[in-house]
């Protein structure tokens, strides 16, 4: 389905990660042996990532981003209406995280809150959403309507070391972005679909499992149904790629990542990534990606970006946005001892 959603501004970002950087060639070269190893480093780019150690939450990762944030941007947190956090790593089954969230930030109850069960579109699927909800909202007192879209989770809690498909695959971070009803921002265009038949295609049957992941299926699905739906995205629209900045694709992995840009036809210098520095950091990929080239975009007041996400569900989605870049925060490190008083 595709849709426009208007006077959506996109006020900043910041993204966390934890202190603890891995490197895949020392940290897997025993256990898995040089040659092998090189070759699926090579193929999926992954050269290091970070990974939250015991007592480092998803949803602590995104409070810190968020504080970080909003002191930035001085906002009055009673002005913020909505609250969604996007993850396949909360703390709790019952209720969502987001209600922790909202107490350790300290918003008000004037203001929806919960959490979104979803991965790698949830970037996407999270800005349709709480933008959905904020223009239904009214001003009080002729205020502002803002809202916080959190998306973050620690994937490497949830894999096996021993599995070569996937150990070396998933990076932590949390990220926030507000957002903020404004007459004078156009909003964006998004396309989103779901296809339940390949549910299983990334799957994790409990909170206490492991991912379980399809690689050829899944690959399959980005080079065949994403990269369609992506061109009858910018056909639908009529996005020109002379009037696209960047791109910032979900980073599944390079090999998938590179042939989304060819297939697409996208400029390699208009691709930006984070995979070698981050791995796949599920929904927030996305925003950390931004934050990662904050340097690149802040050339600029005011980039046209052309966003992509996918993968569990399947789902997968596209939005086609206009970015002011003078509160893209960039990457945060989660420093020892700043978890106290946090989740």
């Given at each position: 389905?595709?849709?426009?959603?208007?006077?959506?501004?996109?006020?900043?970002?910041?993204?966390?990660?934890?202190?603890?950087?891995?490197?895949?060639?020392?940290?897997?070269?025993?256990?898995?042996?040089?040659?092998?190893?090189?070759?699926?480093?090579?193929?999926?780019?992954?050269?290091?990532?970070?990974?939250?150690?015991?007592?480092?939450?998803?949803?602590?990762?995104?409070?810190?981003?968020?504080?970080?944030l909003l002191r930035e941007l001085g906002w009055d947190r009673n002005t913020i209406r909505a609250v969604l956090y996007?993850?396949?790593?909360?703390?709790?089954?019952?209720?969502?995280?987001?209600?922790?969230?909202?107490?350790?930030?300290?918003?008000?109850?004037?203001?929806?809150?919960?959490?979104?069960?979803?991965?790698?579109?949830?970037?996407?699927?999270?800005?349709?959403?709480?933008?959905?909800?904020?223009?239904?909202?009214?001003?009080?007192?002729?205020?502002?309507?803002?809202?916080?879209?959190?998306?973050?989770?620690?994937?490497?809690?949830?894999?096996?070391?021993?599995?070569?498909?996937?150990?070396?695959?998933?990076?932590?971070?949390?990220?926030?972005?507000?957002?903020?009803?404004?007459?004078?921002?156009?909003?964006?265009?998004?396309?989103?679909?779901?296809?339940?038949?390949?549910?299983?295609?990334?799957?994790?049957?409990?909170?206490?499992?492991?991912?379980?992941?399809?690689?050829?299926?899944?690959?399959?699905?980005?080079?065949?149904?994403?990269?369609?739906?992506?061109?009858?995205?910018?056909?639908?629209?009529?996005?020109?790629?002379?009037?696209?900045?960047?791109?910032?694709?979900?980073?599944?992995?390079?090999?998938?990542?590179?042939?989304?840009?060819?297939?697409?036809?996208?400029?390699?210098?208009?691709?930006?990534?984070?995979?070698?520095?981050?791995?796949?950091?599920?929904?927030?990929?996305?925003p950390l990606t931004i934050c990662l080239h904050r340097d690149t975009l802040r050339k600029k007041e005011r980039m046209s970006i052309l966003a992509a996400g996918f993968g569990?569900?399947?789902?997968?989605?596209?939005?086609?946005?206009?970015?002011?870049?003078?509160?893209?925060?960039?990457?945060?490190?989660?420093?020892?001892?700043?978890?106290?008083?946090?989740?």
């Amino acid at each position: 389905m595709f849709g426009t959603i208007k006077d959506i501004h996109i006020c900043g970002m910041h993204t966390v990660v934890p202190d603890n950087r891995v490197n895949n060639f020392e940290a897997y070269c025993s256990q898995f042996g040089e040659k092998k190893l090189k070759r699926q480093i090579r193929m999926t780019g992954m050269e290091e990532r970070c990974v939250a150690g015991e007592g480092v939450t998803s949803a602590l990762l995104c409070e810190v981003a968020a504080e970080t944030l909003l002191r930035e941007l001085g906002w009055d947190r009673n002005t913020i209406r909505a609250v969604l956090y996007v993850t396949e790593t909360p703390n709790y089954v019952l209720p969502s995280t987001a209600f922790q969230i909202q107490k350790q930030l300290g918003i008000g109850e004037d203001c929806v809150v919960y959490d979104i069960n979803l991965g790698c579109s949830g970037w996407i699927v999270g800005m349709q959403t709480i933008s959905s909800i904020m223009r239904g909202i009214e001003p009080t007192d002729g205020g502002p309507v803002r809202a916080l879209l959190l998306t973050g989770s620690i994937s490497t809690s949830h894999v096996a070391a021993d599995d070569f498909a996937t150990a070396m695959l998933f990076g932590d971070a949390g990220a926030a972005t507000a957002l903020e009803i404004s007459a004078q921002d156009e909003g964006f265009v998004y396309m989103q679909k779901s296809d339940g038949t390949g549910y299983q295609h990334i799957f994790m049957e409990s909170l206490d499992g492991s991912v379980q992941m399809n690689g050829p299926a899944v690959f399959e699905f980005t080079i065949n149904q994403v990269v369609d739906s992506v061109k009858k995205f910018t056909e639908h629209f009529d996005i020109r790629q002379e009037g696209i900045d960047y791109y910032v694709f979900h980073q599944a992995q390079k090999f998938i990542v590179d042939n989304m840009m060819e297939l697409l036809a996208c400029p390699p210098e208009k691709v930006l990534s984070s995979y070698a520095s981050y791995g796949n950091t599920a929904a927030a990929a996305i925003p950390l990606t931004i934050c990662l080239h904050r340097d690149t975009l802040r050339k600029k007041e005011r980039m046209s970006i052309l966003a992509a996400g996918f993968g569990v569900g399947l789902s997968w989605g596209a939005l086609h946005f206009h970015l002011d870049t003078d509160h893209i925060m960039g990457i945060s490190i989660l420093e020892k001892g700043e978890a106290e008083g946090w989740s």
